[in-house]
Each structure stands twice: as structure tokens, then as C-alpha cells.
């Protein structure tokens, strides 16, 4: 969004609401990802698929993007330079390979920092974005 989120509407979603308040969400989300991984940040970045690992985690990353701080498939994918099908894809393989016992304790992890960080700003935002202006 291009403007700020005082002028946000009622209607503003999450997204809308992030994308005005808290541009660096794809770091934080990339950082969590790295450090669960152990990769270096290029390889999340990188436009190429690089090995399954960082393909994986590359998936990751933009299924906490969509499930966690709710963007659209299209937004989480462009978060990380990725179309709204490959978003689908990721998303699909992360849900599969949640059966993994260790994957799923790596996820809740992942997600568990992801929720410390943007919830507690983005429930105020929302909170903020959809009061009724009081009467003066």
C-alpha cells in the first residue's frame, strides 16, 4: 500500500495492514528460516532452485508467509521472487511433510517466532485500522 495505515480503511486486510507497517517481514521470516535450516541468506534469495534443502526451505518460508502472517499465495510468492503456482506447490509440500515428526517440531519453531514477532504489532495495527473514529 502506498499510504499509511492511519488511512487504512475498515475493510484493510492483514496484508494491507503488514505491507504499510512492516516492510521487513520477509526478512524476519527469512531469518527464521535460515537459522532452522542453517543456510546462508543467499540461498533463499538465489533465482535458481538450488539443492531440495533450500528448495524446501525457500518452501517454507513462503508457507509461513501465507499461513502465519495470512498473505495471499500471489503476495507470499513474490516475497520471495516465486509465482502464485509455485506458492501453491510450497504450500502443498510443506502441509505433506508436516507428517515428518521432525519437520513439523522444525515448522512450530519457525512458526512460534514468526507469531512472537508480527502478532502482538499486527493485532494492534488491526485493532487501530478498525475502531470507529470517536465522536468529538
Not at 501453491?88 to 505433506?96: G, K, L
Not at 508436516?98 to 502482538?120: G, T, V, Y
Request: hydrophobic share 45%; aromatic share 6%.
Amino acid at each position: 500500500m502506498h499510504g499509511s495505515a492511519s488511512r487504512l480503511s475498515s475493510q484493510a486486510s492483514p496484508a494491507a495492514v503488514l505491507e504499510a507497517d512492516f516492510p521487513g517481514e520477509a526478512d524476519i521470516i527469512e531469518q527464521a528460516v535460515l537459522r532452522a535450516f542453517s543456510l546462508k541468506i543467499s540461498s533463499l534469495r538465489s533465482h535458481n532452485r538450488g539443492r531440495a534443502e533450500i528448495a524446501f526451505a525457500r518452501q517454507v518460508a513462503i508457507y509461513v508467509a501465507h499461513v502465519q502472517l495470512g498473505l495471499t499465495l500471489t503476495e507470499a510468492a513474490r516475497m520471495f521472487g516465486r509465482d502464485r503456482t509455485t506458492a501453491a506447490h510450497a504450500c502443498r509440500t510443506v502441509e505433506d511433510r508436516r507428517d515428518d515428526r521432525l519437520i513439523d517440531l522444525k515448522l512450530e519453531a519457525i512458526e512460534h517466532s514468526i507469531q512472537n514477532w508480527a502478532f502482538p504489532r499486527l493485532s494492534a495495527r488491526l485493532h487501530e485500522a478498525t475502531r470507529p473514529e470517536r465522536l468529538q
